[in-house]
């Protein structure tokens, strides 16, 4: 549902964009709504993901091991390395 | 004449195009956490993994939203501070966790009273409630 309401987003951005540059904004919004959706998209594919891993532990009764353990946290390192990359306060907001 | 437009102009309205989009977003999470890892978990060291799997879970739209440079400047400046403030407390996490473990283990040695792994066992729990909010927050900024 998620690929077909980004899919059909872009679109309508494209055609907007496409046209004279009275319906830029319009362009713009539909670009904005269509990321949206698209970091629904990552979030909800992650969050399941999550959840499946969850499910083993409960279902093996255990914990996660050193080496799950060791994953898990350079992953949210690496994520949370990510994010304070983004230089948000140049005019723009680029990297 | 005024040609017809081929977008309704209702569409070009940025507060409520925010607020559809914002309402989807929500009712997508919420259909997502019916089965959340946090009420799959049944121990104190389930629940431990199960937040930072959720954290994990929920970094990554919060850093592609971060990176975004189609998403408006503000709204991704409030996701970086709220992400920045989440680390503060997922590091506390870390540092309870070790004490944790080290208490289970002189508990089950018998070098150590129960008392010791009580408060280690609380101090982790409400680690984990701290930082669940604090994804609450950063889910609905998302």
Redesign the interface.
Known sequence: M?DTITTFLTV?AR??AA?NGV?D??AR?F??????????A??????????A???E??DENR??TDEENLA??E??AD??A???A?D?NTE???? | MTPKR??DPR??D?FR??I??ML??LV??AA??A???LS????V??K???V??????????????????????EA??QI?SL??QS?TV?ALG?DLYVEYRAARAAFAAGDSPESRLRIATDNLERWADRLETVLDSIALA?
């Open positions: 998620f309508l055609l907007a046209r319906d904004d319009v919004f670009r904005i709504g269509a990321s949206l959706v698209d970091k629904g990552q979030g909800k594919d992650a969050f399941e993901a999550a959840t891993k969850m499910r532990l409960v914990s996660m898990l946290e992953s949210i994520k949370l990510r994010a304070a983004v948000l723009g907001g680029h990297e | 081929l977008i569409l070009t940025p195009f925010f559809f989009f989807f977003g997508a999470l997502a956490c089965n959340s890892p799959l978990a049944e121990t060291e389930q431990y993994d199960a930072r799997l959720t954290y994990d879970a929920l970094l990554t739209p919060a850093v592609a939203a971060i990176e975004d440079e189609a998403l408006p400047i991704r400046r970086q992400v920045q680390a997922y870390i998302l």
